[in-house]
């Protein structure tokens, strides 16, 4: 019997990703493709990449309907969009993966402030597991609601777990941890604006929401506060790459005396060990292309003898890793399918 | 009377981007254009774009006849091999503007430790003046000798000496400035290799040298270490941007409690009076669109009130302000010439 | 005594790029620089690389005030807006350059069957001269309404002319001349629209407008038929290479046998002597990062012994000589100054 | 029992591919991976995106033991170096697909014109059979020996086929028939060169071997001779694309009268009945993201009523559909497979 799995909010770039994975994989079957702007159009029509011999069409956002002949629902809307949508569906018997934000941050108010619209109720945050299958398998497994982490915050919790739960960070007292990130454009989204505009992307590379801004800082955060079990602090700065996909973190940690190269290596690969998504390693140029159109998280890492700092090149791909195929782990966790199924796919190259 | 210029590694990206620049200045006679390779053959026929009407020709380096026929030489040679040319030209009475690193670093087991490599003669160091000129001027005016910056640490420079001049930085003991450094492809110069193809480079973004063994590093190190008066240790970073010029450095700079963003932004400005070439300013998307084509460099400034940290945003085009227009901004200074002359062009947009 | 010029529709990517080569224009003084959109503002703020020490402002469309106080006004307006603005101008004493399409033809029955959009009154339309200045500089010099051909119109008809008028075509009756042309995005204007998304242009390449329905066809056949004496037609396919800037047309041209190839070159030579942005050679690469950043047109040239065609590679930067710069080459002419003052940027390599 | 599929040459472009697409073939397993250069170095060392489970090793040619040890083995060399591998090859009992050029051609003197290099035995070449399943799959069943397709040869000649077939054509006598062509960096293969360095590439478009001189001539008109049944023409230019990969060919075909776009469609789409990697359709923007990344070739139709040409946009993967692809499509036909086995992927989009 396939996992019978729908998609609201089908037509961006995280829901098309979903289609597009979801259609290989082996356990699953396509139900409703939801997009209100192009409700009855074929898939194909709108994509031509996704004319494949299923045939699907974009269908109307019909809650009730969705609900009760889905398995599974995930929810790629834009923020503040997943909030009443998760309401209605939660009445049903169906689990519920939401892309967006709105499930993510467990206190209502920090969402409020971040976010400047009101939270879910507290008991939906409260249900909600925040799904980060490397860290947070045991919980995913009995879920019902799962808000799959962003893109940032993917690369920049995977980077930086091993360390905290080492108890390896020597962050001095009331500083932060440095976080300096880029991304590809897709992070962005699929609505044109005069900065996805081609001629102002190409041939460029800048920052934004520079100064501690980002709406992925209280979520890694959060997650990072949980793994050190005290409040924690980053200085996170995003930028733009003029390329369509793919996220690096750069991340300045300054670890305890006496450890070496090879046991944070080690203790990183141990952490992660049974994890085959994530890879160990410390290459000479830690990059985007080995990772692009994977689910996996590169992490190379390289300590510097001259300042005791750890330099760690967290790498994803955002709109898989950092957001449909984790998606798609998290319901691999949830049906009690091996974490890979469906999600096995090597990079192009070149 | 115009100064009669002569370059030796003319063929390569510093040096052709030397004759671009210096065909257009107006107080400027291109004399040698010396590349050993293209020695005989047509400036044009090597680079159309170059195909002007005073229809140059590559020529081989006779030291003597250069020197003794130019009023100014620069040296666009690969690291190392600058040495001995500069030996040699000495004797004479041109000026020189060496745009390699093999006169930056005053300490010469200190270059020795870096470059793997013998250095210069501890008087030619003495008597190189490093020339970034918004800090440097009074020194350049009267130097025969200059040993260009570096990319990297032009742009880094640039941005953290407001901070230390007026003692706004609070660095924890022991602790190094963080700077997260990208550049465009022509940093790593006109030869191929495996890692400037095409199909590498395109699609993707990469880091290299992480951990702090960049060789900008002592260079950094040294020119901050004179602004404050001590020792100075960065973490440095590099990456690669699928784009061929523009660089930019983020740098992440804890600064005294209690300071505003307009209070930082006023002591850049002050700081930078009368320098045309910096612009001070706070954007949402400091990018390098706005610098690529110029020798200006942009600073944007982002205080972040959570953290205390600044975030500086340095962007240069590497080929100009990071080399080849910054020799000519030196060269203006030598000459009296004022500093703008022949390096006026707006960036191309779009 | 320097020109006063003004621009209407100064913010969009004509506009802009008329602002930075008339800011270094050295007969020319900028007036006004109309865009309703960003009216009040200063330039440096919407465009920082802008940023001169003019500090100049955008402001409204007061045509009776501009008229006034200019000796030359520029439309960079969309095709059907520079209508009405030059009804009103042409009352006034300042000649006009439009870049837009609406002067272009000259039947107006055409205009209208192209642009589904009334034409210009008829004696409007026979007052614009076409402003091609290697074929039309005689009547260039004495105009008062200038049509500034289109991007693809200026790289096919420089392409194309010398056969033309040497009579070395020999195409089969009743069959079009083949052009196969690629243009940069910036000719599909700055406005975002899901087709300029850099996340759908980037890794990509597109044909548009196929099967010969794209309205640069009517103004070639005009230009070539008013050259031929008779009618011409083309088969055009345009098509959209992922950077920036720069278009190339690619024409396959049956010509009369016994040609050689030492003729065909010597006959553009002899038709584009005196021009000096025309480039004829024969280059095993013929691209266009020589031309981009330049008002150059280079026309490659290579005759297929096997089969008696002609393949003509014209390349040129779309807003250069493809709009902004060729308008200001018209001016220079219609002002009686050299044709290339404020022209003769070198393109920036690499 | 799976089969054991061998490559020779399997470390470059087109090698790499096929490792990457065999690996997730579910009826074949991989034997040996000849790399000279990198013989005993693991696959995933060098490649890191190929670090899979399998933990595959390149190796030294031992043509013996790979001939004995494989059921298919395909060789991925430059051309000319196929000719004596296959010469060995051909003694066992092993299936063969040569991506090469070198069996390609049915004339040998035609080779070695094109060429410059001796020829295979005619023997080998008569054995030979053209590897383009869509037109010759009866052959390529009972093939020893493929010669698979160019790149360049594939797109064209998909796009033109059905137009001969029903004898659609209507050429001049002694005209060629025009086919503009444009592909990705990857095309010209790994090692680097001036030509292929990213700071050339990026921002450019160039065209090459303008004026009839590609080698990829000779093999589109013998193919499309032989479809024909007398000589066939072609006009042929290539442009190189600043992208990774893909490849566009835009042809310009002069129809027969009366014919309307619908039953040149429907043509097409009787011709490719059951052809389930060609996609028939007229399209706004053909473009190549939608088939990037699969085994698809789309072909868009375009009939000009003006002139009365059909413009076909045909576009394909230049290192799947064009090489590594198209190989194991052949392969799959030779072993009595579903052709579209292990090829299914769709495109990564955006």
Chains 1, 2, 3, 4 share one sequence.
Not at 42 to 61: E, M, Q, R, W
Not at 103 to 128: C, I, T
Request: proline content about 6%; some cysteine.
């Amino acid at each position: 019997m396939k996992i019978k799995a729908s998609i609201i909010g089908a037509s961006g770039y995280t829901g098309v990703e979903l289609i597009r994975l979801l259609n290989a994989h082996p356990n699953v079957k396509l139900q409703y493709l939801v997009s209100e702007n192009n409700a009855g159009s074929k898939v194909g029509d709108i994509y031509p990449h996704l004319d494949t011999a299923d045939n699907y069409s974009f269908s109307n956002p019909d809650i009730e309907a969705i609900a009760k002949n889905s398995d599974v629902v995930f929810l790629a809307l834009p923020h503040t969009k997943s909030i009443t949508a998760v309401s209605k569906l939660i009445e049903y018997n169906c689990k519920i993966i939401d892309l967006s934000s709105d499930f993510r941050l467990k206190n209502g108010a920090n969402y409020q402030k971040w976010y400047q619209h009101p939270a879910a109720s507290q008991s939906l945050l409260d249900q909600a597991v925040y799904g980060i299958p490397e860290i947070n398998a045991a919980n995913i497994k009995r879920a019902t609601l799962i808000a799959n982490p962003g893109c940032y915050p993917t690369a920049s919790i995977l980077g930086i777990a091993p360390l905290i739960k080492n108890q390896l960070l020597d962050i001095p007292l009331n500083h932060p941890l440095v976080i300096d990130a880029k991304s590809g454009v897709s992070g962005a989204g699929k609505t044109p604006n005069p900065h996805t505009h081609f001629c102002e992307v190409s041939n460029n590379f800048s920052a934004y929401q520079a100064g501690g801004i980002h709406r992925h800082i209280p979520e890694i955060e959060q997650e990072l506060g949980i793994l050190a079990g005290k409040d924690f602090t980053i200085q996170f700065t995003p930028h733009l790459i003029p390329i369509p996909r793919g996220l690096m973190a750069t991340i300045y940690a300054p670890v305890k005396k006496n450890i070496s190269q090879t046991e944070i290596i080690d203790c990183y690969k141990s952490f992660y060990q049974h994890q085959e998504f994530i890879k160990i390693n410390s290459l000479p140029r830690p990059d985007l292309k080995t990772v692009i159109g994977t689910n996996n998280c590169n992490i190379s890492l390289h300590l510097d003898q001259r300042t005791g700092y750890l330099i760690i090149i967290s790498a994803i791909d955002n709109l898989i890793k950092g957001a449909s195929g984790q998606a798609i782990q998290n319901m691999n966790l949830m049906f009690g399918l091996p974490e890979t199924s469906g999600l096995t796919q090597l990079a192009i190259y070149p």
